[in-house]
């Protein structure tokens, strides 16, 4: 009779036999051991703006290089990136070394894990990360947050920069949508707020599904709960995956915004044409600090505003 294993990386705490594989495709059981499948395997690397992770509040107006896999341990259905987080896709092999060597070819300073979720891609981020920090190179993860709490805190140490994807603050949305739970990725954002880690999170807004003024009134509580200078991303949704819901009214995201700009020091609306969400304003003096146009402009000096000296939330 094969023996189960269990794997511990993420709250789906799969139990698996002998060459089975778990709920995110990416691990299995080999010979009595959990084996990443994924290890080494970037299925997309590119240069992008800091922005565009989006990351508002760390290293403003610079370029990161970007890589992911494929997989996720979570399956929803309106995942604006699922060609690579719901199937296996081409991959070529990189050591964490040359991922260094990539770095330096391109003059940069940062490594963004992005594009499927690095959750699942555990011990490469680790060992990568951990390189990444004895050469004095800035890490982010931008992640759905679905992780069990000894991994996260071994992680925590490697890495500069984090943007969660918090759904909703709806565990059955995240059952019925998402095929995860909500509890663990909020204990992710709390225990990343009280680490030395920046912190941003991003909300995809869905019509009809996470947008009702309780839905984002609960949502910007917990997040105001936890720490109001978090900066928060409400991004406009638009069909993909399974989904054909309509996109995000643009009206009911700036209804959103100025919900959240009550109670949170640093909103933002993503996915729409106009500039002027981009903007960080100083909660001090109420001017803009950050103008985010087709260059990025900005007054903070010393992680402080350049006008009036209000200490601003970030990795500057």
């Avoid at 010979?31 to 989006?54: C, F, H, Q, R, T």
């Avoid at 690579?84 to 260094?100: A, F, G, N």
Wanted: hydrophobic residues 35%.
């Amino acid at each position: 009779m094969d023996k189960k294993v269990q794997c511990n990386i993420c709250p789906h705490n799969c139990n698996l036999r002998e060459g089975q594989k778990g709920i995110c495709m990416a691990r299995e059981n080999r010979d009595g051991e959990i084996e990443p499948l994924n290890y080494g395997e970037v299925a997309s690397m590119s240069v992008d703006p800091i922005e565009k992770k989006p990351l508002f509040h760390f290293k403003p107006g610079t370029k990161i290089l970007s890589i992911g896999t494929w997989g996720c341990n979570m399956k929803c259905g309106f995942c604006q990136n699922w060609q690579l987080s719901q199937q296996k896709v081409p991959t070529r092999y990189y050591e964490p070394e040359e991922i260094l060597d990539e770095i330096a070819k391109r003059g940069l300073s940062s490594l963004a894990f992005t594009y499927s979720e690095p959750i699942i891609w555990y011990e490469y981020v680790y060992d990568t990360a951990r390189l990444m920090k004895d050469n004095k190179i800035d890490t982010v993860m931008v992640s759905n947050g679905f992780i069990n709490q000894g991994p996260l805190l071994e992680l925590l140490p490697y890495i500069d920069g984090f943007n969660i994807d918090l759904k909703a603050i709806d565990d059955d949305f995240y059952r019925d949508e998402c095929n995860g739970r909500l509890e663990p990725v909020k204990n992710t954002i709390i225990k990343i707020a009280e680490s030395d880690a920046h912190l941003e999170i991003t909300n995809l807004v869905i019509r009809d599904k996470n947008d009702s003024i309780d839905a984002l009134e609960d949502l910007i509580d917990f997040i105001s709960s936890v720490d109001r200078e978090i900066p928060l991303h409400l991004s406009r949704y638009y069909p993909a995956y399974k989904y054909e819901i309509e996109a995000t009214d643009i009206k009911l995201l700036k209804t959103a915004y100025d919900l959240a700009s009550k109670k949170l020091d640093y909103v933002y609306l993503g996915n729409i044409r106009e500039m002027d969400y981009r903007k960080t304003i100083c909660p001090g003096c109420g001017r803009v600090i950050i103008d985010r146009d087709y260059r990025i402009k900005s007054n903070i000096e010393n992680g402080k505003c350049g006008y009036c000296d209000h200490k601003i939330k970030g990795y500057f």
